[in-house]
């Protein structure tokens, strides 16, 4: 049974049936908490109310532009930093 209060943005962490916690680590992320909750990573490209468009659930805040010489092509946000590219 997983602990969720353990969880994390690399970590799973499990009791045992001999009660003993076992931990997953990965890589890279597999999650990210959104909102106040855990969602999957997801990287699929969708359309934002801006008119950009991003990756649905990443760690890393990152458009594209939708189009127009306003914008910038690419723009993404980590941790206050918020390099783009125009």
Do not use: C, Q
């Not at 008119?51 to 980590?78: C, H, I, N, Q, Y």
């Amino acid at each position: 049974m997983e602990i969720t209060s353990l969880r994390g943005e690399r970590r799973e962490v499990f009791v045992t049936p001999a009660g003993e916690l076992e931990a997953r680590k990965y890589l890279r992320p597999v999650r990210v908490r959104v909102g106040g909750e855990w969602k999957h990573i997801n990287t699929d490209l969708a359309r934002t109310r801006e008119g950009t468009v991003a990756p649905k659930v990443t760690t890393v805040g990152l458009e594209f532009s939708g189009g127009g010489t306003d914008v910038p092509l690419v723009r993404m946000d980590k941790a206050g930093r918020e390099p783009a590219l125009s």
